[in-house]
């Protein structure tokens, strides 16, 4: 089974200021035939469902803005804020869709 | 636009059993492959099962032999069985597109 584990389970970044939270995968998530990266980024706010950012390790899903990327390939992912506004306060979560069971990161709570 | 709709999660006693539907528009049902995920109160997320466009099906373990997913093609709908319900199943659920959007989830509550 693949083991995500995010760093750190929290960050307090200031306004406008880079947030950066890693992912590293027991196992690759990288599929050769295809050459991508089974990879998701999903930011949770309270009360709501997680909301898919980042698809593939670093395509942002349609309607996220510029600010948020992701990077990464093999066993080892990054997600950046660039500049980090007040609505970004959330818990973010990277996932794996590679191989069954599918797994998730233990979380990082993002505050300001 | 793609929704995922949930329902039919309910308060239910130890070792029974409940439906939950997950109705998909906007998206190729078809050519898609869908999952189930929860999360129990205050916790991370938990990938349930995973039903492939071709029909095939996975499970994790904690659930394996007591949930089983299927989808209607016919009605754009995925189903998650779930029998012989344990305390420990309580959680939000959520249906997704693998890797995403994501439903807003229904809420099962085992309890006596």
């Known amino acids: 089974d693949i083991v995500m584990t995010q760093s750190p389970d929290s960050l307090a970044v200031s306004l406008g200021e880079r947030a950066t939270i890693n992912c590293k995968s027991s196992?690759?998530?990288?599929?050769?035939?295809?050459?991508?990266?089974?990879l998701a980024w999903y930011q949770q706010k309270p009360g709501q469902p997680p909301k898919l950012l980042i698809y593939?390790?670093?395509t942002r899903e349609s309607g996220v803005p510029g600010r948020f990327s992701g990077s990464g390939s093999g066993t080892d992912f990054t997600l950046t804020i660039s500049s980090l506004q007040a609505e970004d306060v959330a818990i973010y979560y990277c996932?794996?869709?590679?191989?069954?069971?599918?797994?998730f990161g233990q979380g990082t709570r993002l505050e300001i | 636009e793609v929704q995922l709709v949930e329902s039919g999660g309910a308060l239910v006693q130890p070792g029974g059993s409940l439906r939950l539907s997950c109705a998909v528009s906007?998206?190729?049902?078809?050519?898609?492959?869908m999952i189930w995920v929860r999360q129990a109160p205050g916790r991370g997320l938990e990938w349930v099962s995973l039903?492939?466009?071709?029909?095939?099906?996975h499970y994790a373990d904690s659930v394996n032999g007591r949930f089983i997913i299927s989808r209607d093609h016919s009605k754009n709908t995925v189903y998650l069985e779930m029998n012989n319900l344990r305390v420990a199943d309580t959680a939000i659920y959520y249906c997704?597109?693998?890797?995403?959007?994501w439903g807003k989830g229904t809420t099962v509550t085992v309890s006596s």
């Open positions: 997704a597109k693998r890797p995403g959007p």
């Open positions: 039903i492939y466009s071709s029909g095939s099906t």
């Open positions: 906007g998206l190729s049902f078809t050519n898609n492959d």
């Open positions: 196992q690759s998530v990288l599929y050769n035939s295809n050459n991508k990266n089974y």
């Open positions: 593939w390790a670093s």
């Open positions: 996932h794996q869709y590679y191989t069954t069971p599918f797994s």
